[in-house]
């Protein structure tokens, strides 16, 4: 037998809680509708999409995907603003393959750029994980996540009172051997792409440290650190980052499987930093899907799978335990703090 054949049937009886819709309604501050409504992801009429969305009590979704230009005008114009204007809203980008053509006058044009995005509808920055990993700089290698080269860019968003979300890291076994320890194994196998060894990639916590100084130099900037700080392995080291820097805000999307199996941990985090947490999903937009969140958020359940297939578990073969989160603290993370910090 393969070991993805192997999907053992729990015997443990435990509470099973059915939450068919959330406590507070919800904005989703982390999806990705690939730049075209209709994607791969969300291949489905509008009506449909609404649907959904009214099903499971979420009042707006954050698309990622708004990228700049015409792409960035063609999204919003055309399709959410003349369609669903008061449920999508979109982030724009940097056209990263400029830095090596414009070198010293990357980052001005860049800034420029995103304050035109921002005039046509954009309400943040998302900085893609290739930044750290892949891009490369004017000298034609990869450039460092805290090259002060770029500092206008990370300017620009303070002066216009929008947040930059910001992935620059992984899973921290993306960046482990492919061996018998590696506790994403099935995961790597199946994505040898999200494999990032060092060398010939910069350690994961060299990245992380990094951007850590630019949120400390941008301190009038909002940054928003997708995936629990892109360490939701070790919530003490992003519960440092928050401490020091109060600019800083995290979102927890496809970090249920992390934050799940670390209940105690991750329920004192969540309380403890109520105010500096959003909800996202970072996943296709499906109605069990986001009650399996609510079920997480809201429920003491023990023991229950993290995604709502009968497949194998697609990150690591672990179960998780809800974090049974009070009224005060869900209504934050649910919606108040994204109509804050995205002025909604």
Known sequence: MQIEQYLPRQQLVTKTSTIAKPRFPVIDAHNHLCQVFGGYWNRRP??????????????????????????????????????????????????????QVRGGE???????????????????????????????????VVGHVDDVRLDPIWAMAGTLGVPVLVHVGDPIAFFDPIDQYNERYEELHAHPDWHFPSPPFPPVLSIL??????????????????????????????????????????????????????????????????????????????????????????????????HHTDDAPPQGRWRIYGLYLPDDVLAKIYYRNAERILHL
Not at 77 to 98: C, M, N, S, T
Not at 111 to 139: D, M, T, Y
Request: glycine share 6%; proline share 3%.
């Open 46 to 99: 509008i009506a449909e999409f609404i649907d959904v969305l009214d099903r499971a009590d979420v009042r707006m979704i954050v698309d990622l995907d708004g990228g700049w230009g015409d792409a960035l005008r063609q999204t919003h114009r055309q399709h959410y603003a003349l369609h669903i204007p008061d449920r999508v809203k979109l982030f724009g980008g940097v056209e990263w393959d400029q830095w």
């Open 106 to 140: 990357f980052a001005s044009w860049a800034a420029e750029s995103f304050k035109q995005q921002v005039a046509e509808g954009a309400v943040g920055l998302k900085i893609w994980k290739p930044f750290g990993l892949h891009i490369r700089n004017p000298e034609g």
């Open 209 to 306: 440290e990094a951007f850590k100084r630019v949120t400390k130099r941008h301190a009038q900037t909002t940054f928003i650190i997708a995936h629990v700080g892109c360490y939701a392995e070790n919530l003490g080291w992003v519960a440092q980052w928050l401490d020091e820097c109060p600019n800083v805000v995290i979102d927890f999307s496809a970090r249920i499987a992390e934050l799940g199996r670390q209940p105690y941990s991750a329920r004192k985090f969540f309380i403890t930093y109520a105010d500096r947490i959003l909800f996202g999903t970072d996943l296709p937009v499906d109605l069990a899907m986001y009650q399996l969140h609510y079920r997480f958020l809201e429920s003491d359940d023990e023991y229950f799978a993290y």
